[in-house]
């Protein structure tokens, strides 16, 4: 990890400590470098209608949006445990949207473990993007 990789650490790991979790008790951070090479942070955000609660990455598009940057440059998640906590399926998909293949992921246990670094087209191979609708509506 370099640098700006612990700067994310970091951001990850605070957005985590404001995470509300009470139903699952598993906190989690994750932050995003945008293309405006700003750092953007959220946390999961859980509800009494379970269905209805949030993933820190979402929160963290969200977050970066709302601040003006457009792409993903890199993500780092952070969850609790030794073990990496990799992002679940629909934030793979929602991480793509604002990510090039080649975009790397790091998965990040808070109490030590190595990080895995991975990438987005590493964890949502051969995945369905934008480009797919441009390519079926083209000409009509
Ligand atoms: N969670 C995330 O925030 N990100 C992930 O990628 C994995 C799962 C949250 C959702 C839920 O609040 C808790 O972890 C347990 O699944």
């Given at each position: 990890m370099d640098g700006m990789d612990l700067e994310l650490f970091e951001a990850a790991r605070k957005a985590l400590e404001f995470a509300h979790a009470p139903y699952s008790g598993f906190s989690v951070g994750a932050a995003i470098l945008g293309d405006d090479g700003r750092i953007y942070s959220g946390c999961n955000v859980e509800n009494a209608?379970?269905?209805?609660g949030n993933c820190a990455e979402a929160s963290a598009i969200s977050a970066m949006l709302a601040g003006g940057a457009r792409r993903i440059r890199k993500v780092l998640t952070i969850g609790p445990g030794r073990v990496p906590v990799t992002p679940c399926g629909g934030c793979r998909q929602r991480i793509r949207e604002f990510a090039a293949p080649s975009v790397i992921v790091i998965c990040a246990g808070l109490d030590g473990g190595e990080p895995l670094l991975t990438t987005i087209a590493e964890l949502l191979p051969h995945s369905f993007g934008p480009q797919f609708l441009q390519e079926n509506t083209r000409g009509e």
């Open positions: 209608a379970y269905p209805l």
